[in-house]
């Protein structure tokens, strides 16, 4: 792309989504040089930017324009259907995406273990493909606790709107996300969250505000930070409540698409001009 972009005379945009973190396999050495040679370079968070600064782009060459969800696409969501397809009785606590390791789901699981073992009647709702270390965290539970854990697998997109609706608790305590696109997706429907002090997560979430941060592979922090939520209902309504006004005021699709076109105008300009 880029030397094709040199010899057209083409700009180009780079969209790089880096999965800042623990974990970096997006940010290796050339990759960086390609993103040097960007017309413009789109970080998702401020964080991702100011890394980008420090790997020598220009302050000029990047723009932060964020993801965003379809808030309307909440509004058809039916949490109570979920609920008694499953039989869910009780508070619900939700993960969803790629299910392993490095996105936290099995100090998830290793939290709620010590919820239930304080006969906490918390449902785990696992959304999406597992890696083998979640499938074994799951096989290795006790059967009187597993009853309390549900894995969905790939689910549809309205069935997968059905599960947040239906959540308390959104949990993603990864330590590789390059957003965290979920949050707002679980804050569209008025829930809590709870991620991670890791890569561009601590500049989605507010923490105290919209949800709470912990380090990653914190089991007895993940557990604590279950028992403040599921304890107090209404610092978990306002969380929620805070959540959900921040997207429709930040991040619906259409507020980050007019960021995103005015980006692309201005770099037509600049070449044309």
Known sequence: VSRQSQQQGTPWIA???????????Y????QLDLLRQATRVVAQT??????L??????????????PGVDS???????GRRFRQ??????PLLVTLGALGYNKGTVHLLAAAQRLWEEDCR??????????RAVQRAVVRLPERQR?????????????KWNVLDAADIVALPSRTESFGIVFLEAWVCGKPVIGTRSGAVKDVIEEGMDGMLVEFGDVTGLADALRTLLDDPKLAAEMGRRGRENVLREYTWDRQYSHLRALVDRVMRESEG
């Open 53 to 66: 600064l420090d790997n020598r782009l220009a302050p000029d060459q990047v723009r932060v324009v964020s």
């Open 46 to 51: 401020v964080g991702e930017r100011m890394f």
């Open 122 to 131: 918390l449902t785990v709702v696992l959304v999406g493909p597992a890696e």
């Open 27 to 30: 940010t290796m050495r050339h």
């Open 72 to 78: 309307d696409t909440a509004l058809r969501a039916d």
């Open 15 to 25: 969209v790089p989504l880096l999965h800042l973190g623990q974990s970096r396999f």
């Open 147 to 159: 009853r309390y854990c549900r894995c969905l697998g790939q689910v549809s997109e309205d069935e």
């Open 85 to 90: 397809k499953h039989g869910v009785e009780g």
